[in-house]
C-alpha cells in the first residue's frame, strides 16, 4: 500500500465532498466551480486513486505521486480561489441586480440558443476554414448545451420534473454523437456532465442527486474503459473509413453489445484508466526534470502565449500562437510521442512548468476567483430571468472548464465565446424572436445584450 499517495487521494476526495456540498452555496451558483473541479479529478484523481490499490503495480508511482502532490496543491488553492471570488463578486451582484432586465424569460429565447447553437455547431466543416471564425463552431456547441441548461431551468420553475428528466435523456444522447461523428467521447461526456451538475445545483431532494451522482461515475467508468477497448476501430472507421454514417454507428452500437463492467481488480481496466485518465504521471516526470535542473522552467512562457492567444487572428494575423498544447508536454516530459497525437498539458503542469509550487498555488488561486466570477454573475441573471445575461456569462465560463487543455486555449475560447455571445445575443437572437412573435401575432422586442 502506498500509504503517501493513498493519503493526498483520501484528503483530496474529503475536500471535493466538502466543496461540493457545503461552502459556495450562500450565493448564487450555476455549478461551474464544481463542474471545472469534477473535470479536474478526472484527470487526476482516478489516476492516482489507482496506484494506492496493492495488486496494481506499476514502475511508474514515484511519478504519479509527484504529479499528484501539485494536483493537490492545486485543487486547495481553486478552492480557496472559489472562496474568495464568492467575496469579490458581491459588488458584481449588486450592478446586476441594479440594472434593468432588458429580456425577460421568454419561452422562445431557449428555442433559439438551442437551435442556434446546433446550426453553429454542425456548420463546423465550413467554419473551421474561416479564421478567427473557426472558434465559433465550438462556441455554438457550448451555447447548444447552455440552451439545454436553461431548458432544464424553465422545466424547473414550470415545477416538470418530466421534462427535466426528458431534457436529460435527450443529453444523453451528446457522447453518442461525439463518439460516430468525430470518434471522440471525451466531448460528448464533457457537454453531459455540465448539463447534469447544473441540474444538480438546483434538483431536490439531494439524496437522489448523490444516488445519481454515484452511479453515473461508475457507469461512466465502465464506459470508458469500454471504448478504451475498441477505441482504435471506431476512431479508424470514424476517420479513415468511406462508409456511411450508419456504418459508424454499427460500430458503436458493437462496442455497446460488448459492455464491460468496470472491475478494479482487472489490470486491463486499471492499464485504460492508466492511460487516459492519469496526468499525474506527465505532470511527475516535469517535475523531477525541471528539479534536477534537466529542463530549465518556462518562467511564464505559456501564459504570455495565452495573453496574445486572447488577440483575434483577424486583428493579428501572423500570430504565433497555435491551439493546443504543442510540444510543451514531450519538452517539459523527455517523452515522444507518435506523430498526430495530441496530449493535453492541463493546468496543473502549465503552472508548475512556469513557476514552480508558486505558479500552481497562485494560478488556481486565481482561476478559481475569475471562475466563481462568472459563475455568480451567471447564476444572478438566470435567477432574475434575464436568460439573455446569463447565456452571455455562462457560455464564457464554459471555456474555463478545459483541465486537461493548455491556458492558450482557455484564454482563445473565453475571448471568442464572449464574441460570439455579443453577435446572439444583439442580433441573432431578437431576429429569431421577432419572427417567431410575428408569425404569432405578438408584439417584437428589441436587442437582447445584457
Request: with cysteine.
Given at each position: 500500500?502506498?500509504?503517501?499517495?493513498l493519503?493526498?487521494?483520501?484528503?483530496?476526495?474529503?475536500?471535493?465532498?466538502?466543496?461540493?456540498?457545503?461552502?459556495?452555496?450562500?450565493m448564487?451558483?450555476?455549478?461551474?466551480?464544481?463542474?471545472y473541479?469534477f473535470v479536474?479529478?478526472?484527470n487526476?484523481?482516478?489516476?492516482?486513486?489507482?496506484h494506492?490499490?496493492?495488486?496494481h503495480a506499476t514502475a511508474?508511482?514515484?511519478?504519479v505521486y509527484?504529479?499528484?502532490?501539485?494536483s493537490?496543491?492545486?485543487?486547495?488553492?481553486?478552492?480557496g480561489?472559489?472562496a474568495?471570488?464568492?467575496?469579490?463578486?458581491?459588488a458584481?451582484?449588486?450592478?446586476v441586480?441594479?440594472a434593468k432586465?432588458r429580456?425577460l424569460s421568454?419561452?422562445?429565447?431557449?428555442e433559439?440558443?438551442?437551435?442556434?447553437?446546433?446550426?453553429?455547431?454542425?456548420?463546423q466543416?465550413v467554419?473551421s476554414?474561416i479564421?478567427?471564425?473557426r472558434?465559433f463552431?465550438?462556441?455554438?456547441?457550448?451555447?447548444l448545451?447552455?440552451?439545454?441548461c436553461l431548458?432544464?431551468?424553465?422545466?424547473?420553475l414550470?415545477?416538470?420534473r418530466?421534462s427535466?428528466l426528458?431534457w436529460?435523456?435527450?443529453?444523453s444522447?451528446?457522447?453518442?454523437?461525439?463518439?460516430?461523428?468525430?470518434?471522440?467521447?471525451?466531448?460528448?461526456?464533457?457537454?453531459?456532465?455540465?448539463?447534469f451538475?447544473?441540474?444538480?445545483?438546483f434538483y431536490r431532494?439531494?439524496?437522489?442527486?448523490?444516488l445519481?451522482s454515484?452511479?453515473?461515475?461508475?457507469m461512466?467508468?465502465?464506459?470508458?474503459?469500454t471504448?478504451?477497448r475498441?477505441?482504435?476501430?471506431i476512431?479508424?472507421?470514424v476517420?479513415?473509413?468511406?462508409?456511411?454514417?450508419?456504418?459508424?454507428?454499427?460500430?458503436?452500437?458493437e462496442?455497446?453489445?460488448?459492455?464491460?463492467?468496470f472491475?478494479p481488480?482487472?489490470?486491463?481496466h486499471?492499464?485504460?484508466?492508466?492511460?487516459?485518465l492519469n496526468q499525474?504521471?506527465?505532470?511527475g516526470?516535469?517535475?523531477?526534470?525541471i528539479?534536477?535542473g534537466?529542463?530549465?522552467?518556462?518562467?511564464?512562457e505559456?501564459?504570455?502565449m495565452a495573453?496574445?492567444?486572447m488577440v483575434?487572428?483577424i486583428?493579428?494575423?501572423?500570430?504565433?500562437?497555435?491551439?493546443g498544447?504543442?510540444?510543451?508536454v514531450?519538452?517539459?516530459?523527455g517523452?515522444i510521442?507518435?506523430?498526430?497525437?495530441s496530449?493535453?498539458v492541463?493546468?496543473?503542469?502549465?503552472?508548475?512548468?512556469?513557476?514552480g509550487n508558486?505558479?500552481?498555488?497562485?494560478?488556481?488561486?486565481?482561476?478559481g476567483l475569475i471562475?466563481?466570477?462568472?459563475d455568480?454573475v451567471a447564476?444572478?441573471?438566470?435567477r432574475?430571468?434575464?436568460w439573455?445575461?446569463?447565456i452571455?456569462w455562462?457560455?464564457p465560463?464554459?471555456?474555463m472548464?478545459?483541465a486537461g487543455?493548455?491556458?492558450?486555449e482557455?484564454t482563445?475560447t473565453?475571448?471568442?465565446s464572449i464574441i460570439f455571445c455579443?453577435i446572439?445575443?444583439?442580433y441573432?437572437?431578437p431576429?429569431?424572436v421577432?419572427?417567431?412573435?410575428?408569425?404569432?401575432?405578438?408584439?417584437s422586442?428589441?436587442?437582447?445584450?445584457?
Amino acid at each position: 500500500m502506498n500509504e503517501p499517495l493513498l493519503n493526498l487521494v483520501v484528503w483530496s476526495l474529503g475536500a471535493y465532498i466538502v466543496f461540493a456540498m457545503i461552502p459556495y452555496r450562500r450565493m448564487p451558483t450555476c455549478g461551474m466551480p464544481l463542474m471545472y473541479l469534477f473535470v479536474l479529478y478526472l484527470n487526476h484523481w482516478f489516476g492516482a486513486a489507482i496506484h494506492c490499490l496493492p495488486w496494481h503495480a506499476t514502475a511508474t508511482y514515484d511519478f504519479v505521486y509527484l504529479g499528484f502532490e501539485q494536483s493537490f496543491i492545486g485543487i486547495l488553492s481553486l478552492i480557496g480561489g472559489v472562496a474568495l471570488g464568492s467575496f469579490v463578486s458581491a459588488a458584481m451582484i449588486g450592478r446586476v441586480q441594479s440594472a434593468k432586465v432588458r429580456t425577460l424569460s421568454n419561452p422562445m429565447v431557449v428555442e433559439a440558443y438551442v437551435l442556434t447553437g446546433l446550426v453553429f455547431f454542425l456548420s463546423q466543416p465550413v467554419l473551421s476554414r474561416i479564421p478567427s471564425v473557426r472558434t465559433f463552431s465550438s462556441a455554438g456547441w457550448s451555447l447548444l448545451v447552455a440552451g439545454v441548461c436553461l431548458a432544464t431551468w424553465r422545466a424547473a420553475l414550470a415545477g416538470s420534473r418530466l421534462s427535466i428528466l426528458r431534457w436529460l435523456a435527450v443529453s444523453s444522447l451528446f457522447p453518442a454523437y461525439s463518439l460516430i461523428g468525430d470518434g471522440f467521447l471525451s466531448f460528448g461526456i464533457a457537454a453531459l456532465s455540465v448539463i447534469f451538475v447544473f441540474v444538480a445545483v438546483f434538483y431536490r431532494p439531494k439524496w437522489q442527486v448523490a444516488l445519481l451522482s454515484l452511479v453515473s461515475i461508475y457507469m461512466g467508468l465502465s464506459l470508458f474503459v469500454t471504448y478504451m477497448r475498441d477505441r482504435g476501430d471506431i476512431r479508424a472507421e470514424v476517420w479513415y473509413g468511406e462508409s456511411s454514417l450508419s456504418t459508424s454507428a454499427t460500430k458503436a452500437f458493437e462496442m455497446l453489445s460488448n459492455f464491460e463492467f468496470f472491475d478494479p481488480y482487472d489490470e486491463n481496466h486499471l492499464y485504460r484508466v492508466d492511460l487516459r485518465l492519469n496526468q499525474n504521471e506527465l505532470v511527475g516526470r516535469s517535475v523531477d526534470l525541471i528539479r534536477s535542473g534537466v529542463v530549465p522552467s518556462g518562467r511564464g512562457e505559456t501564459l504570455i502565449m495565452a495573453v496574445a492567444a486572447m488577440v483575434p487572428r483577424i486583428i493579428w494575423r501572423d500570430k504565433p500562437v497555435e491551439a493546443g498544447s504543442g510540444d510543451i508536454v514531450s519538452r517539459y516530459t523527455g517523452l515522444i510521442f507518435a506523430q498526430g497525437t495530441s496530449v493535453g498539458v492541463g493546468q496543473v503542469m502549465e503552472f508548475y512548468i512556469n513557476f514552480g509550487n508558486v505558479g500552481v498555488f497562485v494560478g488556481f488561486l486565481f482561476f478559481g476567483l475569475i471562475l466563481r466570477v462568472f459563475d455568480v454573475v451567471a447564476a444572478t441573471h438566470l435567477r432574475r430571468g434575464d436568460w439573455t445575461g446569463f447565456i452571455f456569462w455562462f457560455v464564457p465560463g464554459m471555456g474555463m472548464l478545459q483541465a486537461g487543455g493548455s491556458m492558450v486555449e482557455v484564454t482563445s475560447t473565453v475571448i471568442s465565446s464572449i464574441i460570439f455571445c455579443v453577435i446572439i445575443n444583439n442580433y441573432l437572437l431578437p431576429w429569431f424572436v421577432n419572427m417567431r412573435m410575428r408569425s404569432s401575432g405578438r408584439r417584437s422586442i428589441g436587442r437582447a445584450a445584457p
